[in-house]
């Protein structure tokens, strides 16, 4: 598979930019003032979601409504894409301040997770990552751009301390489709090494799946708020359980593929948000997941995290990183 290649299938999805848009896919909604709306895209009242006004950045949707998918939804739903580059990550500390974390988590403990990495456009935050080798990240292929800032080393965007490294290539598996987001995984090649320390790490890989009721962090920058958006200064840890494919079906029905993987808390807020997709997942100090998707607004009980099931993917990413090293 070459770099940049995409090879899902369907509708294509807005992701990062507006530039990628193709209707009658997903709807854009772009949240900054009025006057920088593009033509033709549909303002921040939407489907009579009182969404508010920040300064920066599209947020996109993708709006599933009954019958418009395969098989039958059982209700309407807002899947939200957690890939948003809605403006600088640490531009607000209100999300400390008044309690609200990742959705309802907890300050990660600082050093906690060097394997952590963040994937920036220009300097604004757009996804999460995670470390596999001085080379290689690991992310979700709906986060893909043609350039990558990748930050690392520090549980704080902006920390002039962290490495920052550029990355040209991406490789999305190739069985990743923009329509129901199945194998929602790519790799990102750094251009030059990272340099490993106390700071940073790689997370091991599994050796096989964990079990359903098995507890696992997730980790992010994304927004500790929704529908409004507040991002925080630090990374934002949440503790949560996994959820069998049974059980998560009876809330998604078909939108969860065979390799998507859910994680939440029973009759809790918490959970991942914008700007948390391709974060990592973590169940005993192997990586279990990579934050995909998840309802909107986030943080609505009983709805859990969607993540992509790292453990049925170790194969290609091995062969992956080995290929293009």
Same mark, same amino acid.
């Given at each position: @598979?070459?770099?940049?290649?995409?090879?899902?299938?369907?509708?294509?999805?807005?992701?990062?930019?507006?530039?990628?848009?193709?209707?009658?896919?997903?709807?854009?909604? /772009?949240?900054?003032?009025?006057?920088?709306?593009?033509?033709?895209?549909?303002?921040?009242?939407?489907?009579?979601?009182?969404?508010?006004?920040?300064?920066?950045?599209?947020?996109?949707?993708?709006?599933?409504?009954?019958?418009?998918?395969?098989?039958?939804?059982?209700?309407?739903?807002?899947?939200?894409?957690?890939?948003?580059?809605?403006?600088?990550?640490?531009?607000?500390?209100? #999300?400390?301040?008044?309690?609200?974390?990742?959705? &309802?988590?907890?300050?990660?403990?600082? $050093?906690?997770?060097?394997?952590?990495?963040?994937?920036?456009?220009?300097?604004?935050?757009?996804?999460?990552?995670?470390?596999?080798?001085?080379?290689?990240?690991?992310?979700?292929?709906?986060?893909?751009?043609?350039?990558?800032?990748? /930050?690392?080393?520090?549980?704080?965007?902006?920390?002039?301390?962290?490495?920052?490294?550029?990355?040209?290539?991406?490789?999305?598996?190739?069985?990743?489709?923009?329509?129901? /987001?199945?194998? &929602?995984? @790519?790799?990102?090649?750094?251009?030059?090494?990272?340099?490993?320390?106390?700071?940073?790490?790689?997370? &091991?890989?599994?050796?096989?799946?964990?079990?359903? #009721?098995?507890?696992?962090?997730?980790?992010?920058?994304?927004?500790?708020?929704?529908? !409004?958006?507040?991002?925080?200064?630090?990374?934002?840890?949440?503790?949560?359980?996994?959820?069998?494919?049974? !059980?998560?079906?009876?809330?998604?029905? &078909?939108?969860? $593929?065979?390799? @998507?993987?859910?994680?939440?808390?029973?009759?809790?807020?918490?959970?991942?948000?914008?700007? !948390?997709?391709?974060?990592?997942?973590?169940?005993?100090?192997?990586?279990?997941?990579?934050?995909?998707?998840?309802?909107?607004?986030?943080?609505?009980?009983? !709805?859990?995290?969607?993540?992509?099931?790292?453990?049925?993917?170790?194969?290609?990413?091995?062969?992956?990183?080995?290929?293009?090293?």
């Amino acid at each position: @598979m070459t770099p940049e290649e995409d090879p899902g299938q369907g509708q294509r999805l807005c992701l990062a930019s507006l530039e990628s848009c193709s209707s009658p896919a997903p709807q854009a909604l /772009h949240l900054g003032p009025p006057s920088e709306q593009p033509a033709g895209v549909v303002g921040p009242e939407y489907v009579g979601i009182n969404l508010p006004k920040i300064q920066q950045g599209p947020v996109l949707i993708w709006q599933s409504l009954r019958g418009t998918m395969e098989g039958s939804l059982f209700r309407s739903l807002l899947i939200l894409l957690l890939s948003l580059a809605l403006g600088t990550a640490g531009q607000d500390d209100q #999300g400390d301040k008044s309690g609200d974390k990742i959705i &309802d988590g907890f300050p990660c403990e600082r $050093g906690s997770h060097p394997w952590q990495v963040a994937l920036l456009k220009n300097s604004q935050l757009h996804c999460g990552g995670v470390l596999l080798d001085e080379r290689w990240v690991l992310t979700a292929a709906h986060c893909r751009m043609s350039e990558y800032n990748v /930050h690392l080393g520090s549980d704080r965007l902006g920390d002039k301390s962290a490495q920052k490294i550029r990355a040209s290539k991406s490789f999305r598996h190739p069985g990743y489709s923009t329509k129901t /987001h199945a194998n &929602d995984l @790519m790799l990102v090649r750094l251009n030059s090494r990272a340099r490993l320390s106390s700071k940073v790490k790689k997370v &091991d890989l599994p050796s096989s799946c964990e079990p359903p #009721g098995t507890t696992c962090t997730v980790s992010g920058w994304g927004t500790t708020t929704s529908p !409004d958006v507040t991002f925080p200064a630090a990374l934002m840890c949440s503790d949560v359980q996994l959820i069998s494919s049974k !059980d998560c079906k009876k809330v998604y029905k &078909d939108l969860l $593929g065979k390799t @998507m993987l859910c994680a939440g808390v029973p009759d809790s807020k918490t959970n991942t948000c914008n700007g !948390d997709s391709g974060g990592p997942l973590v169940c005993k100090g192997t990586l279990q997941g990579i934050v995909s998707w998840g309802t909107f607004p986030c943080g609505q009980p009983n !709805d859990p995290g969607v993540y992509t099931q790292v453990c049925k993917f170790t194969s290609w990413i091995k062969e992956t990183m080995k290929r293009y090293r």
